[in-house]
């Protein structure tokens, strides 16, 4: 079945570090890809999207490539600063529209 | 704007008392969402509405319902809380079910069961 890993929280960084999140995907046909953000005590935000091979999602200075040979689609941000400590969680689409969700990974950013 | 409102945002029960979560949504889309998210885990799909369309996920307890009365408005119903049942409760709405489209998702509800 389809699934998502990504890498055990929490990280932390210190303000102006760079940022990467891994998550590897196992997924029967092309799903497309999503990074949501949870902020403390709030519902899901989505961060960005990928919908096939090859393509990149970008928004609020972080980056994701759908890379398909290594079944991958890490989160990257040159420059993480105080107010990006969230809960980050890698999702696939499967049938449906059904989104599979990573266990989610702990960001704290100090300054 | 357009979005997805829960209420309320914390909500307290007894065990063994039902409780109706309620989320409205003024995106006009076709499909909304239920997720469990018990604490530090990931989101889980409870079932979703296509429409009137139901469809339930093979490991949601019977204990779960939800009712869909207008586009507008889903409901979920929990008819015998357990202790087991304290989580947050998300909804999200797409504008369709194909897997490239993006779900929108409310501020959640937490429910407390004492």
């Known amino acids: 079945g389809n699934s998502v890993t990504q890498m055990e929280g929490p990280v932390t960084l210190s303000e102006e570090a760079f940022l990467t999140i891994n998550c590897t995907y196992t997924a029967t046909g092309y799903p497309s890809l999503f990074w949501y953000v949870q902020y403390p005590g709030e519902g899901l935000q989505l961060l960005l999207k990928a919908t096939k091979a090859d393509d990149k999602g970008s928004n609020k200075g972080f980056e994701a490539t759908y890379r398909k040979e290594t079944t991958s689609f890490h989160l990257e941000k040159g420059s993480v600063q105080v107010s990006d400590s969230a809960v980050y969680f890698c999702?696939?689409?499967?049938?449906?529209?059904?989104?599979?969700f990573g266990a989610g990974t702990r960001l704290a950013v100090h300054p | 704007d357009a979005m997805v409102i829960q209420n309320p945002r914390y909500q307290v029960t007894q065990f063994g008392k039902p409780v109706t979560l309620s989320c409205s949504q003024t995106l006009n889309h076709n499909v909304m969402y239920w997720y469990q998210q018990k604490s530090s885990q990931a989101p889980k799909l409870l079932f979703h509405y296509y429409d009137k369309d139901f469809n339930n996920e093979a490991d949601t307890p019977d204990n779960f319902q939800s009712r869909r009365p207008n586009t507008s408005f889903c409901f979920l119903d929990i008819r015998s809380p357990g202790l087991g049942d304290a989580a947050m409760y998300l909804c999200a709405t797409s504008l369709g079910p194909k897997e490239q489209e993006t779900q929108y998702f409310g501020p959640g509800t937490r429910l407390l069961v004492l």
């Open positions: 999702a696939l689409s499967g049938g449906y529209n059904k989104l599979i």
